[in-house]
Nanobody, 121 residues
Framework: QVQLVESGGGLVEAGGSLRLSCVASGRIIYVSAMAWYRQSPGEQREWVAQATSAGRIEYADFVKGRFTISGVSANSTNYLQMNNLKPEDTAVYYC???????????????WGQGTQVTVSS
């Protein structure tokens, strides 16, 4: 069984920083990509950033220059460094990973339980 666990959320003032962590554990053969999404109350879940095992990194326009995602590491851990946070960044942040699990026959998408980020003005 594969699990993703996020941590690092919290309450911060506007202009502050937080670093989110995501750890994938379980019977993992290969991680091809790790990404972050977020969802605010009443809104659709939206993509924030992604890193692939090939070294490709992409960001949503609204976080470019403020957020930094780490690469896909051998220990299946990913970080999202969030700087210059704004009140509109308030959301539950979810980690997503595309993983080939042991005993599986294809890649699957896995999700963490989410971590709350609240930015006060």
């Amino acid at each position: 069984q594969v699990q993703l666990v996020e941590s690092g959320g919290g309450l911060v003032e506007a202009g502050g920083s937080l670093r989110l962590s995501c750890v994938a554990s379980g019977r993992i053969i290969y991680v091809s990509a790790m990404a972050w999404y977020r969802q605010s109350p009443g809104e659709q879940r939206e993509w924030v950033a992604q890193a692939t095992s090939a070294g490709r990194i992409e960001y949503a326009d609204f976080v470019k220059g403020r957020f930094t995602i780490s690469g896909v590491s051998a220990n299946s851990t990913n970080y999202l460094q969030m700087n210059n946070l704004k009140p509109e960044d308030t959301a539950v942040y979810y980690c997503n990973a595309r993983i080939y699990p042991a005993g599986g026959d294809d890649f699957r998408d896995y999700w963490g339980q989410g971590t709350q980020v609240t930015v006060s003005s």
